[in-house]
């Protein structure tokens, strides 16, 4: 099933072409998205998430957007969806190339995989791979848009071929120093004792909507919690290991570059229910 909505309050047929060959998101993957989970009816942190896609649309000098557009095209897309659960992306590029054209943006919503859905339960093996950056990159150079969550995704998704080649399901990206960045669609965070860490967005990496929703509720059962640098040690001695984002929810690691980690199943369970209360 798929929902395809636009700004002016219109429905589109998903299966119709409806954005330009030459569209600059498509030509160059210049512009931005968010990825939305919606579960029973209601969008998860959408707040934080447009907030997330006008910073991010700032970085790329586009047009503001339109907050309350997409509050009502966010509607509009859960209103015509039947299932209990789905993910829910907002697209915006820059549109075609020309003094007057206008910026593309739709929503569209989309049926979660079975393999995101097995990975919540069982888990996840993933490798460390090189992102070629140091922590102080995207402060001295913000024309990288380090830390922009732009359609810009190809060496995103090159990583995780990597990790298919190495039978791994999913990546941890490090610094050139060795510090740990995020995940190619993930946050990192680390259980050590009753305090969750996860490192600082200042180094270049995407401020974490479901990592802040986890610590939220890790807090409200006695967590403590902590954003501050981690290296790749960090997570091999941990009590537990965890990729968050919208649609994975919060995801055990359980192998990390070949090696078995610290059973952390329990410290799991804990964490994801309290994660799921946030939104009772």
Excluded: C
């Excluded at 995780?160 to 190619?184: I, K, Y």
């Amino acid at each position: 099933m798929r929902v395809l909505a636009f700004l002016d309050g219109t429905l589109g047929d998903p299966d119709l072409p409806h954005v330009r060959v030459e569209d600059l998101g498509l030509m160059r993957g210049d512009g931005v998205f968010e990825t939305v989970l919606v579960a029973g009816g209601r969008p998860r942190e959408l707040r934080p998430h447009l907030d997330r896609l006008a910073r991010s649309a700032a970085m790329l000098d586009l047009p503001e957007p339109d907050d309350e557009a997409w509050q009502r095209t966010t509607q509009l897309v859960i209103d015509n969806w039947s299932g209990p659960e789905f993910a829910l992306k907002l697209i915006y590029s820059r549109g075609v190339e020309g003094d007057h054209a206008a910026p593309t943006a739709f929503a569209l919503g989309l049926e979660i995989s079975e393999k995101v859905v097995r990975a919540r339960k069982e888990g996840v093996s993933v490798i460390t791979l090189d992102r070629g950056i140091d922590p102080g990159l995207a402060e001295r150079a913000p024309w990288l848009l380090l830390g922009a969550k732009s359609l810009s995704y190809a060496i995103n998704m090159a990583a995780v071929r990597e990790a298919a080649r190495r039978d791994a399901d999913d990546v941890v990206f490090t610094a050139t120093d060795g510090s740990v960045l995020e995940g190619p669609t993930s946050n990192v965070i680390v259980a050590r004792g009753r305090t969750l860490y996860t490192p600082p967005a200042g180094i270049g990496i995407l401020p974490g909507t479901t990592q802040a929703a986890v610590f939220r509720g890790a807090e409200r059962v006695g967590w403590s919690t902590k954003i501050e640098p981690l290296r790749v040690e960090d997570l091999r001695t941990a009590d537990g290991v965890f990729l968050a984002s919208s649609v994975r929810k919060l995801t055990r690691v359980h192998t990390l570059d070949g090696e078995p980690l610290k059973d952390a199943t329990e410290i799991h369970q804990e964490l994801a229910k309290a994660y799921e209360a946030v939104y009772a």
